[in-house]
Each structure stands twice: as structure tokens, then as C-alpha cells.
T-cell receptor, first 115, second 112 residues
Framework: AQTVTQSQPEMSVQEAETVTLSCTYD???????LFWYKQPPSRQMILVIR??????QNATENRFSVNFQKAAKSFSLKISDSQLGDAAMYFC????????????FGTGTLLAVQP | NAGVTQTPKFQVLKTGQSMTLQCAQD?????MSWYRQDPGMGLRLIHY???????DQGEVPNGYNVSRSTTEDFPLRLLSAAPSQTSVYFC???????????FGSGTRLTVV
């Protein structure tokens, strides 16, 4: 069975600094997708960034980028120029490719941003 | 477009009561899922559907039923509520694996 592990329950960063959130996963599949979701205090789940396993290039969305290490099964999220609005719970998630429906989540990392 | 709409947003039930959490999406997504979120445990999959008339169990299905009679609607039924079902419930839908999921705003359920 696929599993997703986030080993950092909480992290803190100073405003304008850079922070990296860690995620590892376990799968025997070759076709899959990885995601980072943000959950602010409003409770809404917001997709931050996605990565296709068959792409070697790391995904980037503005201040958010990932470091995808397929052999190591690692998928970390880097937030540059951190802003107060980045404070949230961040979830790493895995989804197998093809006609499948299961999105498997890690337990989350709570990010605090200090002014 | 409304996206994924969940109702109600909050609910308090007594042990043994039954209820249905409603979920509707207007994006013509085939894939829909129900998750529950508990502190320290992330989001866990309850039931999912890959299209109208097709449902399957997720990681924590006990005590819950689903049906998918239309593409748009995917209600979650609690058969006999228990305090262990106190949680935040999310419905989500997806067009394909590539696009990830769009989530509803969640339902906070308390069973006393």
C-alpha cells in the first residue's frame, strides 16, 4: 500500500525567509502524481503545486517550488520570500496514475510565519 | 461555477442518530471522494466513486454509506452516529489524476 510521511509536525519561518517542508512516500508504481495542499485556518483545502512522476523537472508556482527526488521517493516543498498569509497546515499527497481515485495524504506540517 | 458544495457546514448529532452529508459539484467531474480529517492524522479516505453508479470503500468506511446516482451528487450517510465519528468531513471531486482534487469547504460534525 502507498504511504505518505511528513516528519515535521510543526515548523516556523521568519517573514521574507525561505522554508522547506519535507515529504517522503512509498510506492511501487511508476505512474503517479504528487501534490502539496495548503489548509489555512479557514479550513479550505487549496492546491499549491503538483508534480508528475514522469517529469524530471521540478514544478514551480511563483514562490513555491518542489524538490522531487524520484529514486529517494522524496518530495519537499520550498516556500521562498515567506509571507504572513503562508501560515497554514500543509499536506503532501500522492495519487496513482490511470483510472484511480485515491488521493493519499500525509499527516501535515503546521507552518508558522513570524513577522 | 460553485465548485464543490457541502452542506451543512456544522452539525451536532446525538449518539445513534442518522444523517446525510450532502455534496454536489457542477464541474462534471467523474471522480468524487469523501475524507475525514482528525488532528494528527491528516485526511483519511472514507468512500470514493469513479463515476455514476460506481462506489468503493476507502481506508475508513465503517459506519458510513454512499451512493452515486448522478455525476453531480455524492451524499455520505452516517447510519448510527458514534462519538468516534466526531470529525471534519470533506467532499472532493476531480477530472483526472493529473489535476488533483477540488475540495468543498468541509462539515464539522460533533457526536455527543
Amino acid at each position: 500500500a502507498q504511504t505518505v510521511t511528513q516528519s515535521q509536525p510543526e515548523m516556523s519561518v521568519q517573514e521574507a525567509e525561505t522554508v522547506t517542508l519535507s515529504c517522503t512516500y512509498d510506492t511501487s508504481e511508476s505512474d503517479y502524481y504528487l501534490f502539496w495542499y495548503k489548509q489555512p485556518p479557514s479550513r479550505q483545502m487549496i492546491l499549491v503545486i503538483r508534480q508528475e512522476a514522469y517529469k524530471q523537472q521540478n514544478a514551480t508556482e511563483n514562490r513555491f517550488s518542489v524538490n522531487f527526488q524520484k529514486a529517494a521517493k522524496s518530495f519537499s516543498l520550498k516556500i521562498s520570500d515567506s509571507q504572513l498569509g503562508d501560515a497554514a497546515m500543509y499536506f503532501c499527497a500522492y495519487r496513482r496514475g490511470g483510472a484511480t481515485n485515491k488521493l493519499i495524504f500525509g499527516t501535515g506540517t503546521l507552518l508558522a510565519v513570524q513577522p | 461555477n460553485a465548485g464543490v458544495t457541502q452542506t451543512p457546514k456544522f452539525q451536532v448529532l446525538k449518539t445513534g442518530q442518522s444523517m446525510t452529508l450532502q455534496c454536489a459539484q457542477d464541474m462534471n467531474h467523474e471522480y468524487m471522494s469523501w475524507y475525514r480529517q482528525d488532528p494528527g492524522m491528516g485526511l483519511r479516505l472514507i468512500h470514493y466513486s469513479v463515476g455514476a453508479g460506481i462506489t468503493d470503500q476507502g481506508e475508513v468506511p465503517n459506519g458510513y454509506n454512499v451512493s452515486r446516482s448522478t455525476t453531480e451528487d455524492f451524499p455520505l450517510r452516517l447510519l448510527s452516529a458514534a462519538p468516534s465519528q466526531t470529525s471534519v468531513y470533506f467532499c472532493a471531486s476531480s477530472y483526472s489524476a493529473f489535476y488533483g482534487y477540488t475540495f468543498g469547504s468541509g462539515t464539522r460534525l460533533t457526536v455527543v
